[in-house]
């Protein structure tokens, strides 16, 4: 069983909006920062959202400031990533991850700091 799994990727139009969704097994979601991740074709991988283990430190990519929210359930065991307004160039796969020794913080521009990875969902913004 994969220690992370993505799902609610999908085809929107431009300026809808999509949650993508990343259930957490095998490990419980308190001890973990956890950080959002996109790639885009023929770009690097590059951070979009994270939250502490706390759930109260949130950061955001530029990009992404004002439409993106990212939460979690606890009790289900899940972080989403909410995306409102979407752009053309907020296609790409989306990752989530799963950080052990970000005690208290998260980070998008480490992502050695992150120690489990989910496969991905893909998220295209297109008319």
């Known amino acids: 069983q994969l220690p992370l799994v993505e799902s609610g990727g999908g085809l929107v139009q431009p300026g809808g909006s999509l949650r993508v969704s990343c259930v957490l097994s095998g490990f419980t979601l308190r001890g973990y920062a956890i950080g959002w991740f996109r790639q885009a074709p023929g770009k690097e991988r590059e951070g979009v959202a994270c939250?502490?283990?706390?759930?109260?430190?949130?950061k955001y990519a530029d990009p992404v400031k004002g439409r993106f929210t990212v939460s979690t359930d606890n009790v289900k065991n899940t972080v989403y990533l909410q995306m409102n307004s979407l752009k053309a160039e907020d296609t790409a796969i989306y990752y989530c991850a799963a950080g052990r020794r970000l005690i208290g913080i998260c980070v998008l521009d480490a992502h050695e700091s992150y120690d489990y990875w989910g496969q991905g969902t893909q998220v295209t913004v297109s008319s």
């Open positions: 939250i502490s283990s706390s759930g109260g430190a949130t």
